[in-house]
């Protein structure tokens, strides 16, 4: 039985003809793995949403090890834990541009979209997580964050 291939579009005949074709490696965790340089790009399932995230892993010598997908594992099981922290940083942001904003139901309301994960060699280590505003602001959320600290927040249409 013959595997039915998938058609690229002419914008994927067009990237792949200037820059060659893409460098799938594939990981027994994070499925397959797009090279994009100095980090790996690939979707997974993020179980608290129930949603595939786009993520952005900085390369490791021998591709991802225990460590960022143990890292990746604790943002699964604390998802509460972290959005209780962005969601008053988030609206006091908003809030500065949108008078009276007031998130009601910040998991309805903010769509996961990506994480960025580091090597996670140090104690603490920055890392990238972004949402897309599914309410009136309409807009993506990215926050760099170093632990669970929020370092900045771009709102960007």
Known sequence: RKMKKEKKSILDKIVEFIFGKPIIVTNSFFGEMTDAG???ECRRLFSPTGRVVEIGLEKK??????KQI???K?????YDLVIEKLSPIIEKQVSEWIPNFRIQNFRAEFILKHLFLPKCDKETFDWEISFYADNEL??????????MEVKQILIDG
């Open 38 to 40: 100095d980090y790996y």
């Open 61 to 66: 010598r021998n591709g991802p090890d225990e």
């Open 70 to 72: 143990n890292f990746f």
């Open 74 to 78: 604790w943002l699964e099981e604390n």
């Open 138 to 147: 309409q807009h993506f959320c990215s926050l760099e964050m170093t632990g």
